[in-house]
């Protein structure tokens, strides 16, 4: 394999691509016994992966530029083809879920891949191809709206991440004026988004009600591999987060005001742990790639072999420049079995956080597609996919002094902190956007509405220090996942009760990273619960668990802040 750099790229030739996908179906249902039936199944599916494979680079040399006119072309182009390939893929899908080589292929690839396809198969319709083209349209355009922020801020042109830096700086009128500036970004674009989001409202609820769906809320849980819970366990999940996480998190609120001296904390108060400041990576980030190479040859053999496979071709992006997008993300390239990690460092600790969160996920498929049947069972549902990431962030924590030297302590004590005080934020977004979709005649003022109503449910104490915009509720707008990945969200919250579910087994009994392996081993073999029972990891969807993992955050939390 080349470097990232050097990889080939050719728009696939939808007309061909058409041919040989038919040819596939007839071939199947043709198949004279399960032999020919299985050649055919792995042909289709390294088709599939090449084409994954030629979008997912279109995709990550787009988000790198926004304005790059060849790579934004090309994502117009997959936005507007690859839908049309439902009545195809809907065609094989039948086709292989009647086969008589089904039994051997199942023994072979699992239930799990097959129940998948039963799902899949049922959630493809003709009718919703131009609602499905409208959909990658919108959210392309809201990508670019999004990309395109930037403002002078301190003698540099910042965008949105750019201004997050300073709303850790010492200086509480810096981070003030950092936080207006990024909240004025908000305001300035708000209609184009709202306009944007309403739209994106309405051509989801068409899907799902030509699906025959009574609402998104039905149609979405199915779509996102769902299978195990539905809406009103996220419910109980969420209830449970506010009776046990959140009276915690406010606790450390508090206490982190008074650290800080300040009477009544603000929004952009809540990111500085410590009055002189949290912790900054040392290094420029050339350098910390280094250190995170130093730090994976030692953490284990398996990440060793990765991390020399990702420095080897060059499989990053990670420093923020205008017109690139925002965030940061994992992305696979299934004809190499390479991950490759995008990220916009700014300077603050959350550089070194997407050496482990990203990393995370990177390490799992690059090590669960070289020990499953196929590259294409390597990921899970994202309430597992998050379990990896997060989980590595704090299986990392031994290794943080190369990163942080001296002020290492104050790195873990804010950086476990902050995984638990994000808890109620995640659950925010998902009751958000059940409460979009179950009312969907809503529009902009109602959408501020729930928000500000449902950010006073789980995190009362955020103050806005009198900004008209995100006081009446505008705050929903600044989370990317709400346009482009509806319903995806809890799962960081769900996954973040399996990681410290592992990382307290690593804790007690010295056995978190092995049970890490098995996860990872597993891919997407499994459904959510079969999971995470085998791999030694409770379902936190019960009052117990949540109360369980919020009594041994709270214990742990205390150990970290005694060794400041």
Same mark, same amino acid.
């Given at each position: 394999?080349?470097?990232?750099?050097e990889l080939?790229?050719?728009?696939?030739? /939808?007309?061909a +691509?058409?041919?040989? *996908? !038919?040819?596939?179906?007839?071939?199947? &249902?043709s =198949?004279q016994?399960?032999?020919? #039936?299985?050649?055919?199944?792995?042909?289709?599916?390294?088709?599939?992966m090449?084409?994954?494979?030629m979008?997912?680079?279109?995709?990550?040399?787009?988000t790198?530029?926004?304005?790059?006119?060849?790579?934004?072309?090309?994502?117009?182009?997959f936005?507007?083809?690859?839908?049309?390939?439902?009545?195809?893929?809907?065609?094989?899908?039948?086709?292989?879920?009647?086969?008589?080589?089904?039994?051997?292929?199942?023994?072979?690839?699992?239930?799990?891949?097959?129940?998948?396809?039963?799902?899949?198969?049922?959630?493809m319709?003709?009718?919703?191809?131009?609602?499905?083209?409208?959909?990658?349209?919108?959210?392309?355009?809201?990508?670019?709206?999004?990309?395109?922020?930037?403002?002078?801020?301190?003698?540099?042109t910042?965008? /949105?991440?750019? +201004?997050?830096?300073? *709303? !850790?700086?010492?200086?509480?009128?810096? &981070?003030? =004026?950092?936080?207006?500036?990024w #909240?004025?970004?908000?305001?300035?674009?708000?209609?184009?988004?709202?306009?944007?989001?309403?739209?994106?409202?309405?051509?989801?609820?068409?899907?799902?009600?030509?699906?025959?769906f009574?609402?998104?809320?039905?149609?979405?849980?199915?779509?996102?591999?769902?299978?195990?819970?539905?809406?009103?366990e996220?419910?109980?999940?969420?209830?449970?987060?506010?009776?046990y996480?959140?009276?915690?998190?406010?606790?450390?609120?508090?206490?982190?005001?008074?650290?800080?001296?300040?009477?009544?904390l603000?929004?952009?108060?809540?990111?500085?742990?410590?009055?002189?400041?949290?912790?900054?990576?040392?290094?420029?980030?050339?350098?910390?790639?280094?250190?995170?190479?130093?730090?994976?040859?030692?953490?284990?053999?398996?990440?060793?072999?990765?991390?020399?496979?990702?420095?080897?071709?060059?499989?990053?992006?990670l420093?923020? &420049?205008?017109?690139?997008?925002?965030?940061?993300?994992?992305?696979?390239?299934?004809?190499?079995?390479?991950?490759?990690?995008?990220?916009?460092?700014?300077?603050?600790?959350?550089?070194?956080?997407?050496?482990?969160?990203?990393?995370?996920?990177?390490f799992?498929?690059?090590?669960?597609?070289?020990?499953?049947?196929?590259?294409?069972?390597a990921?899970?549902?994202?309430?597992?996919?998050?379990?990896?990431?997060?989980?590595?962030?704090?299986?990392?924590?031994?290794?943080?002094?190369?990163?942080?030297?001296?002020?290492?302590?104050?790195?873990?004590?804010?950086?476990?902190?902050?995984?638990?005080?994000s808890?109620?934020?995640l659950?925010?977004v998902?009751?958000?956007?059940?409460?979009?979709?179950?009312?969907p005649?809503?529009?902009?003022?109602?959408?501020?509405?729930?928000?500000?109503?449902?950010?006073?449910?789980?995190?009362?104490?955020?103050?806005?220090?009198?900004?008209?915009?995100?006081?009446?509720?505008?705050?929903?707008?600044?989370?990317?996942?709400?346009?482009?990945?509806?319903?995806?969200?809890?799962?960081?919250?769900?996954?973040?009760?399996?990681?410290?579910?592992?990382?307290?087994?690593?804790?007690?009994?010295?056995?978190g990273?092995?049970?890490?392996?098995?996860?990872?081993?597993?891919?997407?073999?499994?459904?959510?619960?079969?999971?995470?029972e085998?791999?030694g990891?409770p379902?936190?969807?019960?009052d117990?668990?949540?109360?369980?993992?919020?009594?041994?955050?709270?214990?742990?939390?205390?150990?970290?802040?005694?060794?400041?």
């Amino acid at each position: 394999m080349e470097t990232f750099r050097e990889l080939p790229y050719q728009r696939p030739d /939808f007309e061909a +691509l058409t041919k040989e *996908m !038919q040819d596939c179906i007839d071939a199947l &249902r043709s =198949a004279q016994n399960f032999e020919e #039936a299985h050649e055919v199944f792995l042909r289709w599916n390294k088709r599939s992966m090449t084409l994954e494979t030629m979008y997912s680079i279109a995709y990550i040399r787009h988000t790198v530029n926004m304005k790059d006119d060849f790579y934004d072309g090309e994502i117009a182009f997959f936005d507007e083809s690859i839908p049309r390939l439902t009545p195809l893929m809907k065609a094989w899908t039948a086709a292989l879920l009647a086969s008589p080589a089904r039994p051997e292929l199942e023994e072979i690839y699992g239930s799990h891949f097959f129940k998948t396809a039963e799902v899949e198969e049922s959630l493809m319709n003709d009718e919703i191809i131009p609602d499905m083209i409208e959909e990658n349209t919108l959210s392309s355009a809201y990508s670019k709206t999004a990309a395109s922020c930037s403002v002078e801020f301190m003698g540099e042109t910042c965008n /949105f991440y750019g +201004l997050l830096r300073h *709303m !850790q700086s010492t200086d509480r009128e810096e &981070r003030r =004026a950092a936080f207006q500036a990024w #909240a004025k970004l908000y305001e300035d674009i708000s209609p184009t988004l709202e306009e944007q989001y309403g739209k994106l409202v309405n051509v989801r609820c068409n899907i799902a009600r030509k699906l025959g769906f009574d609402s998104y809320v039905d149609y979405i849980y199915p779509a996102r591999g769902r299978y195990d819970y539905t809406a009103r366990e996220a419910a109980d999940f969420r209830e449970a987060v506010r009776k046990y996480i959140t009276p915690l998190c406010d606790e450390m609120y508090r206490e982190q005001a008074a650290r800080l001296g300040i009477d009544e904390l603000q929004c952009y108060d809540e990111e500085l742990i410590f009055p002189e400041g949290n912790a900054l990576p040392i290094g420029t980030p050339e350098e910390l790639l280094e250190k995170a190479h130093g730090m994976y040859s030692e953490l284990s053999p398996q990440t060793k072999e990765y991390f020399d496979f990702m420095t080897e071709h060059e499989l990053f992006d990670l420093v923020t &420049r205008e017109n690139k997008h925002l965030g940061g993300y994992c992305t696979w390239l299934p004809d190499y079995q390479a991950p490759f990690i995008f990220s916009n460092f700014n300077g603050t600790s959350a550089d070194v956080d997407v050496l482990t969160h990203e990393a995370g996920h990177a390490f799992e498929f690059y090590y669960a597609c070289r020990r499953l049947p196929l590259v294409s069972m390597a990921g899970s549902t994202s309430e597992i996919n998050e379990i990896h990431s997060m989980s590595m962030e704090h299986f990392t924590y031994p290794y943080m002094e190369r990163f942080f030297g001296e002020n290492a302590d104050k790195y873990r004590y804010a950086h476990f902190c902050s995984a638990l005080r994000s808890i109620p934020y995640l659950v925010s977004v998902d009751e958000f956007q059940h409460r979009v979709f179950e009312h969907p005649e809503a529009g902009p003022a109602d959408w501020r509405r729930f928000w500000k109503e449902i950010e006073q449910k789980y995190m009362p104490w955020r103050r806005y220090d009198g900004n008209d915009f995100l006081e009446s509720g505008g705050f929903w707008m600044q989370k990317q996942h709400i346009f482009l990945y509806p319903f995806y969200y809890i799962d960081y919250a769900l996954a973040q009760m399996g990681a410290f579910s592992l990382y307290r087994r690593q804790l007690t009994s010295g056995d978190g990273w092995k049970h890490y392996l098995d996860l990872c081993a597993i891919g997407g073999k499994y459904g959510y619960f079969e999971t995470l029972e085998r791999a030694g990891i409770p379902v936190p969807l019960s009052d117990g668990v949540v109360k369980e993992i919020a009594d041994f955050a709270r214990l742990h939390a205390e150990q970290l802040k005694a060794r400041l």
